[in-house]
């Protein structure tokens, strides 16, 4: 019997299709390659993916942390990266990262897709906020090439931002961020998606970008 999935996408739209749940249950991995598809399909022109998208390719940092893979997480691919995070003096002294392994040349625009959501808030009353997330330099200055904040719940959601890089960056001289040392709360972030689609694409209309 066929089931139906559907996935809500950061600026609304609906996606659904039709899967074998048998097949799905069995290789939930499949969820990401679904999604990935449904991105370079919605995409203006093809882009270069820039990292694997798989969650277990997240690593981070920080000291007053707690991170862990659940590998049988209700995420998109069945694996989350799951973190207990703390209030710090600093946002950045803690955060999520993946390293990019290819280069980006000035004037490339870069677009970022990701499922994620807070397994505990820091309050009834206080959203948990994740900074900076999007595409910076891997080392000092740390420039951010693209970059904002957003706001978890404790439903799965999918966010997407993009912008113009200002500058040109080697293989592996720039990362995926999330800066998390934001509020004492626990989130989970499910496959990360970075595409470079080049020059001449407008970022402001790229699809499912997060308002």
């Known amino acids: 019997m066929h089931s139906i999935i559907k996935i809500i996408l950061g600026a609304g739209l609906l996606l659904t299709q039709s899967v074998l749940g048998a097949a799905l249950a069995a290789d939930k991995s ?39 893979f659940n590998r049988e997480s209700d ?28 280069p980006i040349e000035k004037g490339d625009v870069i677009y970022m897709a990701f ?6 808030l820091p309050s009834e009353d206080d959203a948990a906020v994740i900074k900076n997330v999007g595409v910076q330099k891997g080392s000092e200055p740390y420039t951010t090439v693209i970059g904002r904040d957003f706001n978890l719940t404790t439903t799965w959601q999918s966010f997407a931002l993009a912008g113009v890089a200002k500058e040109s960056y080697d293989a592996k001289t720039t990362q995926v961020s999330m800066q998390i040392a934001t509020g004492n709360f626990e989130l989970a972030v499910g496959p990360v998606f970075v595409f470079n689609l080049g020059k001449d694409v407008d970022p402001t209309v790229l699809p499912f970008i997060t308002k």
């Open 75 to 102: 995420a998109l691919g069945g694996v989350a990266l799951e973190v207990k995070t703390n209030l710090s003096k600093n946002p950045w002294d803690a955060g999520i990262f993946n390293v990019l392994g290819a």
């Open 30 to 68: 499949k969820e990401v390659d679904l999604i990935y598809s449904k991105l370079v399909s919605a995409l203006p022109k093809d882009g270069a993916i820039m990292i694997s998208p798989y969650a277990d390719s997240l690593q981070t940092f920080g000291e007053n942390i707690q991170a862990a």
């Open 115 to 120: 499922f994620a959501k807070a397994l505990a």
